[in-house]
C-alpha cells in the first residue's frame, strides 16, 4: 500500500490550501484513510479520517467547520480541503490507512496515529499571520 501526500505549501491566515493524498484503488475500497498532522514539538495528532465503506467522515473539534474530506474514485485521491486557516495549523501533514475501515475502525481508532498501518510522506503546511 502506498500513499503520498502533496499540496503543503505557505498561505496567509485565513487562506486556504487542498491537500491530495494518491492511493491505489484497493486502499480507497479497503482501508479508511486518515489525514494527521505534526507540529514541531508536538505530537501526531489526528485531523480527520474517511471511512472505506460510505465515505462518511470526522474532524478533530480544531477543525470542524474549517476543513473537509473528501475522495475521487476516477483519481484514486483523497482531498482535504481546508479553509479558513490559522496559524496553529502549521504543521507537517500526512495521510495515512489503517483497518479494514469500516465502521469499528472508523468509530474507534481512526483518529489514532498509532492505529494507522501504511504512511506516505508528509508535505509541510505553513500559514503566517
Known amino acids: 500500500v502506498q500513499l503520498q501526500a502533496f499540496g503543503g505549501g505557505l498561505v496567509q491566515s485565513g487562506g486556504s490550501l487542498r491537500l491530495s493524498c494518491a492511493v491505489s484503488?484497493?486502499?480507497?475500497?479497503?482501508?479508511?484513510i486518515g489525514w494527521f498532522r505534526q507540529a514541531p514539538g508536538k505530537e501526531r495528532e489526528g485531523v480527520s479520517c474517511i471511512r472505506s465503506s460510505d465515505g462518511s467522515a470526522s474532524y478533530t473539534d480544531s477543525v470542524k467547520g474549517r476543513f473537509t474530506v473528501s475522495r475521487d474514485y476516477t483519481k484514486n485521491t483523497v482531498y482535504l480541503q481546508m479553509n479558513s486557516l490559522k496559524p496553529e495549523d502549521t504543521a507537517v501533514y500526512y495521510c495515512?490507512?489503517?483497518?479494514?475501515?469500516?465502521?469499528?475502525?472508523?468509530?474507534?481508532?481512526?483518529?489514532?496515529?498509532?492505529?494507522?498501518?501504511?504512511w506516505g510522506k508528509g508535505t509541510l503546511v505553513t500559514v503566517s499571520s
Open positions: 495515512a490507512a489503517g483497518g479494514p475501515g469500516g465502521d469499528h475502525f472508523y468509530n474507534t481508532r481512526c483518529r489514532y496515529h498509532y492505529s494507522m498501518v501504511y
Open positions: 484503488r484497493h486502499t480507497l475500497d479497503y482501508y479508511a
